[in-house]
């Protein structure tokens, strides 16, 4: 039997930090807490839509799914009720005592106390419920799970101090009010206008009809919101704010999103898609686990959240509703990867994806920066996941180089192609851990001098993903570190290959000798026109981050000796020649 006396729970340690920040960083937005609890009876009710479909008996015979606000002004108090799927008791302790989504937890883990940083921070995990204490003395909610009996009714209440209270109740109807006692300050929410314009900024694409009752007897009146599913309204109906109020419904980013498309094909297989491009990464971006995904829906019924079977990993970044006619209502996570419709709707995504980048691209060059600051490591991925698109990857992809100042001046391929100096054939690149690290490289100088324009490749991954770009418009790659540089149709002077006289021949063999097993082969330069030597991989050596990652990952990446170049001009190898024959005569 449960417990009929109330119990006594605390707040999870990241829940108490999370009231805390909300309460002291989002006051002078405090409204959005409407729109985070009407988001809630939104998904409880799409929740039990959508498993009323294996299980019709939760219906309870009434399938009519809405959301009422009521507003007692004489008792300050404000409910939002919903007659949606409902919370069991474990799931009420579950849901409102801890931080579901285990990431954000050790996101909250991690913070400093820069109230600041915080402040920006705190809408991309999604205020969410606890949202409702910015403007309440007290929250009671009221819930009954759709298939339990009206004695299981659960009630749990706060003060959004540190702990709560949960008991069991009756409740006849299945479905969640949450109740706030409101704070003398937070009067203006007892107005019935003010929570209808409410309404209507944040909750007009709420797919259930919302309507509000002001006073304890009157009747409801007409949904103050469309109650349409945004998506599945014509193009031409819908205004940017409501593109911007739905991206906030979905991905709780309060950033404005960079771009969007919305799209409805229409045919042999019937799709609707709205995908957004975030301004910010989230914060677990790098998390492999991290919910990823679109919010799926088949012939307008919620299915679930973070489908990750629409986009590939490297566009794992984009936010957004696939709603697909062809889907089979009960698809299981088995079903959807073998399904031939959902392989198909993934190429169309991505092609619109491309589509909107490349747009962004075009038009809005600044945006398209912002865009690949935040996620351009993650998109390069696609050249090693996604070989069908290669090409359009490639079009789109931006590096620092040695004609850029910043991430503004970024270069693309297509610019540093139409760049090439008199005779140039290949494009040259090189790896650093740094720009800066880049742009003091020995291996630059002849390019340089000859005013030859070099990608400076940073990333991590960069190495690894060369090795799937071979060539860009027909132009092939080459790594200015790699092998013996021939820079012949570079103009400057014609290289002449003059055979090395005795002296030459005995500083190498002299070099050669001291340096023994360290460096695979000693050779004069033509990469070299200030410093008096460097090192230089072989043409098929794996290179420094390729090496890393392979032993991060617990492979054994095959030795490769570096070459040294010596510059036979510079006055120290001169010098050298003299000092080491003193050394050793070679006999
Ligand atoms: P989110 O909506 O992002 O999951 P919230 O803090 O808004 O986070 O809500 C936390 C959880 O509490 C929800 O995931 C849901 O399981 C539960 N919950 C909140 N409101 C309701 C409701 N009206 N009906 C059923 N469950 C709810
Ligand atoms: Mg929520």
């Known amino acids: 039997m449960q417990a009929t006396e109330p119990t006594t729970h605390g707040f999870q340690a990241e829940v108490k930090q999370l009231l805390h920040l909300m309460v002291h960083s989002l006051y002078s937005n405090r409204e959005i807490f409407l729109r985070e609890l009407v988001s809630n009876a939104s998904d409880a ?330 996620f351009g490591s993650v998109f390069k991925e696609g050249l090693a996941e996604d070989p069908a698109n290669r090409e359009r990857i490639a079009e789109l992809l931006r590096f620092s180089s040695t004609r850029s100042e910043g991430e503004s001046e970024d270069r693309s391929l297509a610019a540093y192609v139409e760049g090439f100096a008199p005779g140039q054939e290949e494009i040259y690149y090189l790896h650093a851990d740094s720009p800066t690290a880049a742009r003091s490289s020995p291996h630059l100088e002849v390019f340089k001098d000859r005013n030859v324009e070099v990608l400076l490749l940073t990333d991590r991954l960069d190495e690894w993903l060369m090795q799937h770009l071979d060539e860009f418009r027909g132009k092939r790659f080459r790594d200015v570190a790699r092998g013996e540089l021939d820079l012949a149709k570079l103009g400057g002077e014609p290289r002449v290959e003059t055979a090395l006289d005795k002296d030459e021949r005995d500083l190498l063999k002299r070099v050669k000798r001291v340096l023994r097993s360290r460096v695979d082969e000693v050779r004069f330069s033509r990469r070299l026109s200030e410093s008096a030597a460097c090192l230089a991989i072989g043409e098929q050596d794996i290179g420094h981050s390729l090496r890393e990652l392979l032993k991060a990952a617990g492979h054994e990446a095959p030795e490769a000796l570096p070459s040294l170049e010596l510059n036979a001009r510079h006055a120290l190898v001169k010098r050298l020649n003299s000092l080491l024959a003193e050394l050793d005569p070679l006999a």
């Open 45 to 374: 009710n799409d929740k039990l839509r959508f498993e009323s479909l294996a299980n019709p008996q939760l219906l309870e015979g009434n399938a009519e799914l809405g959301i009422t606000v009521e507003i007692d002004p004489e008792k300050k108090l404000l409910s939002v009720t919903d007659n949606g799927i409902g919370m069991s008791r474990e799931e009420i302790v579950e849901h409102l005592g801890t931080i579901a989504h285990s990431g954000t937890a050790r996101f909250l883990a991690q913070l400093g106390d820069d109230q600041r940083r915080n402040a920006q921070l705190i809408g991309q995990f999604g205020v969410g419920f606890y949202s409702a204490f910015i403007v309440a003395r007290e929250v009671e909610v009221v819930s009954r799970r759709a298939g339990l009996s009206p004695e299981q009714g659960v009630r749990w209440a706060s003060d959004g101090q540190g702990e709560f209270t949960v008991e069991a109740c009756t409740r006849a109807d299945r479905g969640t009010s949450v109740r706030l006692t409101l704070k003398d300050d937070a009067a203006e929410y007892l107005d019935r206008f003010r929570i209808e314009g409410l309404i209507r900024k944040y909750s007009d694409h709420i797919a259930f009809p919302v309507r509000v009752r002001a006073g304890s007897r009157a009747e409801a009146g007409e949904p103050v919101n469309r109650a349409k599913a945004l998506w599945q309204r014509p193009k031409s109906e819908i205004e940017d704010g409501d593109y911007l109020e739905f991206y906030r419904h979905i991905a709780h980013d309060p950033e404005e999103p960079l771009a969007w498309s919305h799209n409805r094909v229409e045919g042999k297989r019937e799709f609707v898609s709205l995908l957004y491009l975030p301004s910010k990464a989230p914060f677990d971006l790098w998390n492999r686990e991290a919910p990823r995904g679109l919010k799926l829906y088949v012939q307008r019924v919620f299915i679930k959240d973070s489908a990750s079977e629409f986009l590939p990993l490297y566009l794992r970044f984009v936010r957004g509703v696939v709603d697909s006619a062809d889907l089979s209502l009960n698809v299981s996570r088995e079903l959807l990867q073998q399904d031939p419709n959902v392989a198909a709707i993934k190429s169309a995504l991505i092609k619109r994806v491309l589509d909107m980048l490349e747009r962004l691209a075009k038009d809005e060059p600044a945006k398209y920066a912002a865009f690949w600051k935040e």
